[in-house]
């Protein structure tokens, strides 16, 4: 069975320091993963998705996560926070491209001026 | 840009009642998918429908659910009796079925029981 796991249910940095989410992932075979935001009273809006290509994965809003096949981690960064950053974040794997998608527990970023 | 829309935005019922989700996925999608999140819960799967079928379903998706395509744009979820812990917000979702295979999310409808 597929899995992630979040590290950080909160994590607060003050506007235009780095961004640094974590998410650990478990699966059997190579997983298709993704950022998933989700803004106070809105609906999910995907930042970024690995599907086996480069391990580096650039996103929207300047948002990037790194693929560690050896940690098993597939954390999100940002280089400089902005106060619009301030959402709830989803790490979410899926064990194949139409298939449901399982979501972590979510981080919640708080970004302070 | 096209995109995946819900009605109602809010939703009250009591419980036992039925109440029916509404979902437009984008035009050309194939796949389709209901979530649901409780309040401060991470968001669940419920059930994916693809080809007038579903073709999976979690434990959570017992008898009192039911969707259903009606025609060609609407996508459906029934509660047939609400209980208070179907209280949640309900995201529909839909893939094309073709690479960049991105889900596309609604904004969500929030369903109370009461």
């Known amino acids: 069975a597929q899995s992630v796991t979040q590290l950080d249910s909160h994590v607060s940095v003050s506007e235009g320091t780095p961004v640094l989410l974590r998410c650990n992932y478990s699966?059997?075979?190579?997983?298709?993963l993704f950022w998933y935001v989700q803004h106070p009273n809105k609906g999910l809006q995907l930042l970024l998705k690995?599907?086996?290509?480069?391990?580096l994965v650039k996103g929207i809003n300047g948002f990037e996560a790194e693929f560690k096949k050896s940690e098993t981690s597939f954390h999100l960064t940002k280089p400089s926070a902005h106060m619009s950053d301030a959402a709830e974040y989803f790490c979410?794997?899926?064990?194949?491209?139409?298939?449901?998608?399982?979501f972590g527990t979510g981080t919640r970023l708080q970004v302070f001026p | 840009e096209p995109e995946v829309t819900q009605t109602p935005s809010h939703q009250v019922t009591q419980m036992g009642q039925e109440v029916i989700l509404r979902c437009v996925p984008i035009?050309?999608?194939?796949?389709f998918y209901w979530y649901r999140q409780i309040l401060g819960q991470k968001v669940e799967f419920l059930v994916s429908?693809?080809?007038?079928?579903?073709?999976?379903k979690s434990e959570i998706f017992d008898d009192q659910f039911s969707v259903e395509r009606p025609d060609g744009s609407n996508f459906t979820l029934k509660i047939r009796s609400t209980k208070l812990e179907d209280s949640a917000m309900y995201f529909c979702?839909?893939?094309?079925?073709?690479?960049?295979?991105?889900?596309?999310f609604g904004p969500g409808t929030r369903l109370t029981v009461t």
């Open positions: 690995y599907t086996s290509a480069a391990t």
């Open positions: 035009s050309n999608h194939l796949y």
């Open positions: 979702a839909s893939i094309k079925g073709q690479p960049p295979y991105e889900q596309y």
């Open positions: 429908f693809y080809n007038n079928e579903i073709s999976e």
């Open positions: 979410v794997v899926s064990p194949g491209y139409t298939d449901k998608l399982i």
């Open positions: 699966s059997s075979y190579s997983p298709s």
